[in-house]
C-alpha cells in the first residue's frame, strides 16, 4: 500500500511538474523582432523600442532586433505582424493611429486590428502641445481664439498627416472652440513642425517635448497642452480645460502587441520580460522624458483600453469628416 501510494504521489507531481512546464514555453529561443511603424528618429516609438530592446537582449540571452517599416500610416507594420508566425519572435510597437485610429480611416483594411492583435505591454499616455509662431502675437488660449477669428477659414494649422494624431487633436480643438481652420497636412510631424518655426504656417500640435525645447529657444509659444494633467516638461503652461475651453482634451498612446494567435501562457511571459524592462529606472526616465506617462495594464485591462481608445478615435474621425482615400 505505502509503494502504492508513494507511486501515486509521484505521479501527481510530475503531472503538476508536467503541466506548469506546459503553462511556461521557453522564451525567446530565437532572435526576437520589434517592429517599429515608422522611420528612425528621436520619436518615442522608435527610441524607447531600441532602449527596451538593448535591456531584454542583455537580459534574456538572444538578440533583439528593432525593424523600421513605415508606410501607409503604420498598415504595413501591423500587417507584417499579424501575417508573421505567432510564436512570440514578433512584436509590434503598437500605437493609437495605427491600431485605433486607421480601421475608421481607412476604407477598407486587409485585416481587424482588435481581432487579429493581442496587446501585451502598454507603454504610456502621449498628450500634444498647442504651439504658434511668435509673429501670431499670441500667448495665452483667449490671444489665440481672437487671432483666429480675425482671419475665419485662413488661419491654418499644420499637421503630420490626414488622421495623424497633430491632425486629430487639432480637429478637436476646432470643434471645442467652435472656429474655422485650414487644416495643412504634411508628410510627418517634423516637417509640420519646421514650417511652424519658419513662420509658414501660424500654428500646430506637436510632442510636448519637442514643445518644450522650441520654446526654450525662443522659436515658439506654448499656448497649452492637450491632456488632463499638465505635462511634467512644461509644469507651468496650463491644459487647454485649465485654460478655458473644454471638451478639447486629447491624448495618444503606444503600447507593445503581439499576433492575436499567440498562445495567452506564451504571451503573459513576454508581457512580464516587457514590464520588467519598462520598470528600469533608466528606461523610465527616459520614457517620461519623451513626454509620456508610464503605466502598466494587464492582458484584460490593455485589450479593453483598446476597444474603448477605438471607440473614441472613431467618434473623431466621423464628427470631424477625415478621409485618407
Known amino acids: 500500500m505505502r509503494i502504492l501510494a508513494a507511486l501515486g ?12 512546464s506546459a503553462q511556461a514555453p521557453a522564451w525567446p529561443e530565437k532572435a526576437v523582432r520589434i517592429v517599429v511603424p515608422y522611420t528612425p528618429g528621436p520619436g518615442p516609438t522608435d527610441s524607447v523600442a531600441r532602449m527596451v530592446a538593448e535591456n531584454l537582449q542583455r537580459r534574456l540571452g538572444q538578440p533583439f532586433i528593432v525593424e523600421n517599416r513605415p508606410g501607409a500610416s503604420g498598415n504595413i507594420s501591423t500587417e507584417y505582424v499579424i501575417a508573421a508566425p505567432a510564436d512570440g ?14 480601421p475608421s480611416l481607412f476604407k477598407s483594411l486587409p485585416f481587424d486590428a482588435e481581432k487579429d492583435l493581442a496587446p501585451l505591454a502598454y507603454i504610456g499616455e502621449e498628450m500634444f502641445a498647442l504651439v504658434v509662431h511668435p509673429s501670431v ?3 495665452s488660449l483667449q490671444e489665440l481664439l481672437a487671432r483666429i477669428k480675425e482671419k475665419p477659414g485662413t488661419f491654418s494649422f499644420s499637421s503630420g498627416g490626414n488622421g495623424a494624431g497633430t491632425h486629430l487633436a487639432g480637429e478637436r480643438f476646432r470643434m471645442a472652440a467652435g472656429v474655422d481652420l485650414l487644416h495643412v497636412p504634411y508628410k ?15 500654428m500646430t500640435f506637436t510632442f510636448v ?9 525662443g522659436k515658439l509659444n506654448v499656448i497649452a497642452v492637450t491632456g488632463a494633467q499638465r505635462s511634467p516638461l512644461l509644469p507651468d503652461v496650463p491644459t487647454l480645460a485649465e485654460a478655458g475651453l473644454k471638451g478639447a482634451e486629447f491624448t495618444s498612446w503606444y503600447g507593445f502587441i503581439v499576433s492575436g494567435k499567440t498562445p495567452a501562457a506564451l504571451a503573459e511571459k513576454m508581457r512580464q520580460a516587457f514590464y520588467a524592462a519598462l520598470r528600469e529606472p533608466e528606461i523610465r526616465r527616459k520614457v517620461e522624458e519623451q513626454g509620456l506617462r508610464p503605466k502598466e495594464m494587464d492582458a484584460a ?3 479593453s483600453f483598446v476597444h474603448k481608445e477605438t471607440r473614441r478615435m472613431s467618434e473623431i474621425v466621423r464628427t470631424a469628416n477625415i478621409t485618407i482615400e
Open 301 to 303: 485591462e490593455f485589450k
Open 9 to 20: 504521489i509521484c505521479a501527481t507531481l510530475c503531472f503538476a511538474t508536467s503541466g506548469a
Open 188 to 202: 510627418g510631424g517634423i516637417p509640420a513642425l519646421n514650417d511652424v518655426v519658419a513662420g509658414v504656417v501660424p
Open 137 to 139: 502675437n499670441a500667448r
Open 209 to 217: 517635448q519637442n514643445a518644450a525645447n522650441m520654446a526654450k529657444a
Open 89 to 102: 519572435a514578433t512584436v509590434l510597437v503598437g500605437a493609437a493611429g495605427p491600431i485605433a485610429v486607421n
